[in-house]
């Protein structure tokens, strides 16, 4: 497996909640930072939250408060809940993770990630 596969999207509507796994390729290691990310549509992809190599996240100044980044080692799997969900949510999410990146943004890791998946697709009524 050599991209990441994600999950869990839907259609809801404002206000409720969406809960997204991902499946990271198998060489992604604890050097690695790893984060979600969105392309709302007609829009640029967008990073929303990560997880840095300390362990330590950050979150896009939309996504505070309302998401939240976790991930397990155990099955090298990363994880988004989405609360309060609001129509400016709706997108196309994915994940990524690259290696060699402490301390570094979004866009480090989408000038590098190469091998995206197919994505999840998140709708959100009003």
């Known amino acids: 497996q050599g991209r990441p596969v994600e999950s869990g999207g839907g259609s809801v509507q404002a206000g409720g909640s969406l809960r997204l796994p991902c499946v990271l390729p198998v060489y992604t290691d604890s050097t690695h930072c790893m984060g979600w990310f969105r392309q709302p549509p007609g829009k640029e992809r967008e990073g929303v939250a990560m997880?840095?190599?300390?362990?330590?996240?950050t979150y896009a100044e939309s996504a505070k408060g309302r998401f939240t980044i976790s991930k397990d080692s155990t099955k090298n799997s990363l994880h988004l809940q989405m609360n309060n969900l609001s129509p400016e949510d709706t997108a196309m999410y994915y994940c990524?993770?690259?290696?060699?990146?402490?301390?570094?943004?979004?866009?480090?890791?989408?000038?590098?990630?190469?091998?995206w998946g197919q994505g999840t697709q998140v709708t959100v009524s009003a």
């Open positions: 990524a993770a690259v290696p060699n990146c402490y301390q570094q943004n979004y866009q480090f890791i989408l000038d590098r990630f190469l091998s």
């Open positions: 997880i840095d190599t300390d362990g330590s996240m």
